[in-house]
């Protein structure tokens, strides 16, 4: 089964700062979807950002972009111009493209405090 | 169109009682996934469904949970005997069909086992 992984259990930054959040995965698929979700207070899953394996350039969204290294398993985040609302949990995903079992596949979160 | 809508947002069960979540999904979407996030943890998988089909259970603990998705109405997830371990967020996800890149969460249940 694919694992993921997100070793920086908390992380903090400074307003207007610039911080990244880890992630690695393993799988033996060469095809592949690689999601950051956001999960505030409220709880509610808020999609971030996603990365399609067989695309080599990183994607990007506003002031999230991720670092792919796909030889590495590696999927970082990383969040420019921090802002207050930035502060919540954030979680990596993996998930398989194949019509079958194709459940997401989440780390552990990281825990982002942004302070003023 | 509405997101995906999970009812209650808040359940609160004595041990032995029976809890059951209900998710309906996006307008157009027939697939419907449960996931549970225990307390400091992520989302784990439990169930998929289609329409009155269960797709892969793998997930979910063989006794005293199940899961269905009919024709018409919610998807419903039944845990019967609750005991405190099953105190948790349990969230819905739906997609409109089997190989579509994103699956859309629900705003998920709170489930407290007292």
């Known amino acids: 089964a694919q694992t993921v992984t997100q070793s920086q259990p908390e992380m903090s930054v400074q307003e207007a700062e610039t911080v990244t959040l880890s992630c690695t995965y393993d799988?033996?698929?060469?095809?592949?979807?690689l999601f950051w979700y956001k999960q505030p207070p409220s709880r509610q899953m808020i999609l971030v950002i996603r990365q399609e394996a067989y695309k080599q350039q990183n994607a990007t969204e506003n002031r999230f972009s991720v670092n792919f290294q796909k030889a590495a398993k590696s999927f970082s985040l990383k969040i420019s111009d921090s802002q207050l609302g930035d502060a919540a949990m954030y979680f990596c995903a993996y998930r398989s493209p194949s019509n079958t079992g194709n459940q997401f596949y989440f780390g552990t979160g990281t825990s982002l405090t942004v302070i003023p | 169109n509405a997101g995906v809508m999970q009812n209650p947002r808040h359940l609160v069960r004595r041990r032995g009682q029976e809890a059951r979540l209900r998710c309906s999904p996006m307008k157009g979407h027939s697939h419907v996934y449960w996931y549970r996030q225990l307390p400091e943890e992520g989302l784990k998988f439990m169930v998929y469904l289609q329409k009155e089909n269960i797709i892969d259970e793998s997930g979910m603990p063989k006794e005293r949970f199940s899961a269905e998705f009919p024709k018409e109405g919610p998807s419903i997830l039944r845990i019967q005997q609750v005991v405190r371990g099953d105190s948790a967020a349990y969230f819905c996800?739906?997609?409109?069909?089997?190989?579509?890149?994103?699956?859309?969460f629900g705003p998920g249940t709170r489930l407290t086992v007292t």
């Open positions: 996800a739906s997609s409109p069909w089997a190989g579509a890149r994103e699956q859309y």
């Open positions: 799988t033996s698929e060469s095809d592949y979807y």
